[in-house]
């Protein structure tokens, strides 16, 4: 993973590259190091462990203006501050900050120990910088451009030379790399925030590329030609990317959610007074006509993201009839997929960068198969490569932990099978309208549970010592207990497994006693009485039961130890005002263990490795 920021400008900017990294810092952060140009060649500072500890570490005298930085996320090499980049080659003179993986780096080592070169680090990003010297003759293009076909594996790469002090030079393969074009100024980064507090003109490196910046401005190269860049204006400001009072971003993208819910449903889906409801296409989703040839849907996605394709496929072959099969992107990429005629593939991803989504997303393009990517960041590289497009409109989602995005994923696939059960005519118009009906009222209703969600603190309070949960639930209410679950572990490091509640009687019921808190998602609808009756068999175990139930649900207080009601009256669409409680109760558990909430260990939010 890791994230990259670089400036070169006409003005003093090592304050601005450090405000970069923390704006990154959600790509790792087990170490983090800056070079820049001093007026006696490069100069380094690398720590182990945050960017507010290198800021604090800085030396107040340092200044520059040209500069490169970068928070890890270890793959070669522990987190130590000889692993940390940047990564410099003997002489000092040439600096590298990497995000990939080389993969041929121990025979590229082998060869450059043999002819005599020494390192300092475990990493496979040093021999770049040892292999960029070898080749350098007075200039660091020729040299990068001599060395990028040598390096098997992904990578985004930063490089700087002591001897061209206004160059920096970027190069993509496989992980994203973006080009921020400002007054007098030009940056590098993994992605556009930390671009937003100075420009909003960007340009989205491609596989292959190499971009050369200078202060007044870029060249973009391909086998080493210049091509003509696509700069584009970022939809996103830089309030929607702040914290805006919030404690942490996690907290603040929580209570987003309503608002993130309405945006997309106001802007795709209006329910006239008569007849059926209407789906709003915009120009990048996919076509109508395009939909007639489908006869099976998958959907490829991983974490958060493939909680959101389960419940998806439940929405889909209820609405539009049609199979769907959610999958882990990896596993489906790896067992050699049967991949028939008429499927539909559609990925879902908030980053738009997984590598595992991105690289299933492609092995099913070269097939030749339509592709639909249902991602948050507009310009990502699914959000370009993929057929057709379906934003999720959510807007920046920082916290590692993905909140806002599952449920404006989950209200997207609710979108997309209206859009084929209208086509199709599967369902009646009634019935139709009641679902367009649901969604609509989603977005009031999530925020009616947002304004009762203070009595999930005193629960996580009570609660926060204890091992173990398990999360439980049937229909929607499986992906819901799934994700439930990986919240809770991802930040708050209790250990929590979620699963289908029919479940539970096969071997998990085992694990129940006094010290075992128990969630349940027990809303009234199909399912209810079998979902009591496996809560009563957790209930005779002595289990701890926390239920998350309907408003008028008056019976369950003689079951469960801890009630959370909700206004469920949005159908299916209720799964995601469930999802609220489940965010929260994980929030404030991680709060009460002293957890840090946004960057949670060994984690990072967008992973570009495999
Ligand atoms: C990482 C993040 C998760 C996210 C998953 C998929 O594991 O920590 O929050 O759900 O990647 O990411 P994507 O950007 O493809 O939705």
Same mark, same amino acid.
């Given at each position: 993973?890791? #994230?990259?920021?670089?400036?070169?400008?006409?003005?003093?900017?090592?304050?601005?590259?450090?405000?970069?990294?923390?704006?990154?810092?959600?790509?790792?952060?087990?170490?983090?190091?800056?070079?820049?140009?001093?007026?006696?060649?490069?100069?380094?500072?690398?720590?182990?462990?945050?960017?507010?500890?290198?800021?604090?570490?800085?030396?107040?005298?340092?200044? *520059?203006?040209?500069?490169?930085?970068?928070?890890?996320?270890?793959?070669?090499?522990?987190?130590?501050?000889?692993?940390?980049?940047?990564?410099?080659?003997?002489?000092?003179?040439?600096?590298?900050?990497?995000?990939?993986?080389?993969?041929?780096?121990?025979?590229?080592?082998?060869?450059?120990?043999?002819?005599?070169?020494?390192?300092?680090?475990?990493?496979?990003?040093?021999?770049?910088?040892?292999?960029? *010297?070898?080749?350098?003759? #007075?200039?660091?293009?020729?040299?990068?451009?001599?060395?990028?076909?040598?390096?098997?594996?992904?990578?985004?790469?930063?490089?700087?030379?002591?001897?061209?002090?206004?160059?920096?030079?970027?190069?993509?393969?496989?992980?994203?790399?973006? @080009?921020?074009?400002?007054?007098?100024?030009?940056?590098?980064?993994?992605?556009?925030?930390?671009?937003?507090?100075?420009?909003?003109?960007?340009?989205?490196?491609?596989?292959?590329?190499?971009?050369?910046?200078?202060?007044?401005?870029?060249?973009?190269?391909?086998?080493?030609?210049?091509?003509?860049?696509?700069?584009?204006?970022?939809?996103?400001?830089?309030?929607?990317?702040?914290?805006? #009072?919030?404690?942490?971003?996690?907290?603040?993208?929580?209570?987003?959610?309503?608002?993130?819910?309405?945006?997309? @449903?106001?802007?795709?889906?209006?329910?006239?007074?008569?007849?059926?409801?209407?789906?709003?296409?915009?120009?990048?989703?996919?076509?109508?006509?395009?939909?007639?040839?489908?006869?099976?849907?998958?959907?490829?996605?991983?974490?958060?993201?493939?909680?959101?394709?389960?419940?998806?496929?439940?929405?889909?072959?209820?609405?539009?009839?049609?199979?769907?099969?959610?999958?882990?992107?990896?596993?489906?990429?790896?067992?050699?997929?049967?991949?028939?005629?008429?499927?539909?593939?559609?990925?879902?991803?908030? %980053?738009?960068?997984? @590598?595992?989504?991105?690289?299933?997303?492609?092995?099913?393009?070269?097939?030749?198969?339509?592709?639909?990517?249902?991602?948050?960041?507009? %310009?990502?590289?699914?959000?370009?490569?993929?057929?057709?497009?379906?934003?999720?409109?959510?807007?920046?989602?920082?916290?590692?932990?993905?909140?806002?995005?599952?449920?404006?994923?989950?209200?997207?696939?609710?979108?997309?099978?209206?859009?084929?059960?209208?086509?199709?005519?599967?369902?009646?118009?009634?019935?139709?309208?009641?679902?367009?009906?649901?969604?609509?009222?989603?977005?009031?209703?999530?925020?009616?549970?947002?304004?009762?969600?203070?009595?999930?603190?005193?629960?996580?309070?009570?609660?926060?010592?204890?091992?173990?949960?398990?999360?439980?639930?049937?229909?929607?209410?499986?992906?819901?207990?799934?994700?439930?679950?990986?919240?809770?572990?991802?930040?708050?490091?209790?250990?929590?497994?979620?699963?289908?509640? %029919?479940? @539970?009687?096969?071997?998990?019921?085992?694990?129940?006693?006094?010290?075992?808190?128990?969630?349940?998602?027990?809303?009234?609808?199909?399912?209810?009485?079998?979902?009591?009756?496996?809560?009563?068999?957790?209930?005779?175990?002595?289990?701890?039961?926390?239920?998350?139930?309907?408003?008028?649900?008056?019976?369950?207080?003689?079951?469960?130890?801890?009630?959370?009601?909700?206004?469920?009256?949005?159908?299916?669409?209720? %799964?995601?005002?469930?999802?609220?409680?489940?965010?929260?109760?994980?929030?404030?558990?991680?709060?009460?263990?002293?957890?840090?909430?946004?960057?949670?260990?060994?984690?990072?939010?967008?992973?570009?490795?495999?």
């Amino acid at each position: 993973m890791c #994230g990259i920021m670089g400036i070169v400008s006409k003005k003093e900017i090592l304050p601005a590259v450090i405000d970069g990294l923390r704006a990154l810092e959600y790509r790792g952060y087990d170490s983090v190091g800056v070079v820049w140009q001093s007026g006696e060649g490069l100069r380094v500072k690398r720590v182990v462990g945050r960017v507010d500890k290198l800021a604090g570490e800085m030396d107040p005298a340092a200044t *520059a203006r040209s500069a490169l930085g970068h928070t890890r996320w270890a793959t070669h090499g522990a987190p130590t501050e000889c692993n940390a980049h940047p990564h410099r080659d003997p002489s000092g003179r040439f600096a590298v900050v990497h995000n990939g993986i080389i993969d041929n780096y121990a025979e590229l080592k082998q060869e450059l120990l043999a002819q005599g070169a020494t390192f300092s680090s475990e990493t496979d990003t040093e021999v770049i910088a040892h292999l960029i *010297a070898r080749a350098y003759k #007075g200039d660091l293009l020729a040299a990068v451009e001599e060395v990028l076909p040598r390096l098997v594996g992904v990578y985004a790469l930063g490089v700087m030379c002591a001897d061209e002090p206004e160059l920096l030079i970027g190069a993509r393969k496989g992980s994203p790399l973006t @080009i921020g074009l400002g007054d007098g100024e030009t940056m590098l980064a993994s992605d556009v925030v930390p671009f937003l507090s100075h420009t909003r003109q960007a340009c989205y490196l491609n596989d292959g590329e190499v971009a050369v910046l200078r202060p007044e401005g870029f060249e973009v190269r391909k086998e080493g030609k210049p091509l003509t860049p696509d700069i584009r204006t970022i939809e996103w400001s830089a309030e929607d990317a702040g914290r805006e #009072g919030y404690e942490h971003y996690m907290l603040k993208e929580i209570y987003e959610q309503p608002k993130a819910l309405k945006t997309l @449903i106001d802007a795709r889906l209006s329910l006239p007074e008569k007849g059926l409801p209407r789906i709003h296409v915009p120009e990048e989703d996919i076509p109508d006509a395009a939909l007639d040839t489908v006869k099976r849907i998958v959907l490829l996605a991983h974490g958060t993201a493939y909680h959101a394709a389960m419940i998806g496929r439940l929405l889909i072959e209820r609405v539009a009839r049609i199979p769907c099969y959610p999958e882990y992107a990896s596993d489906f990429r790896y067992r050699n997929p049967i991949m028939e005629p008429g499927t539909l593939y559609v990925v879902i991803t908030q %980053s738009g960068e997984t @590598i595992d989504t991105l690289s299933a997303l492609r092995l099913v393009k070269d097939t030749g198969h339509p592709t639909l990517a249902l991602v948050n960041v507009p %310009s990502s590289t699914m959000a370009r490569e993929a057929d057709y497009v379906f934003p999720l409109m959510a807007g920046p989602e920082i916290g590692v932990a993905s909140t806002k995005a599952f449920t404006s994923m989950v209200a997207a696939l609710y979108i997309l099978a209206l859009r084929f059960g209208i086509r199709r005519g599967t369902e009646s118009e009634a019935s139709l309208r009641r679902r367009a009906g649901d969604l609509l009222r989603v977005s009031s209703r999530m925020h009616e549970v947002l304004l009762k969600c203070d009595f999930l603190k005193d629960i996580a309070l009570k609660y926060k010592d204890k091992e173990h949960f398990l999360f439980l639930g049937r229909g929607a209410g499986w992906p819901l207990a799934l994700e439930g679950a990986l919240k809770l572990k991802e930040i708050s490091y209790i250990h929590a497994e979620g699963m289908n509640s %029919s479940e @539970i009687k096969h071997g998990p019921l085992a694990l129940v006693d006094e010290e075992m808190p128990v969630l349940f998602i027990t809303l009234k609808g199909e399912r209810y009485d079998r979902l009591l009756s496996n809560l009563n068999e957790v209930k005779a175990r002595h289990g701890r039961i926390i239920a998350i139930v309907s408003q008028d649900d008056e019976d369950i207080h003689q079951h469960a130890d801890e009630v959370f009601r909700i206004h469920d009256d949005c159908g299916v669409m209720n %799964s995601i005002l469930c999802s609220a409680p489940l965010q929260l109760l994980a929030y404030h558990a991680a709060v009460a263990r002293g957890c840090d909430v946004d960057k949670p260990k060994n984690l990072a939010k967008s992973v570009t490795v495999e």
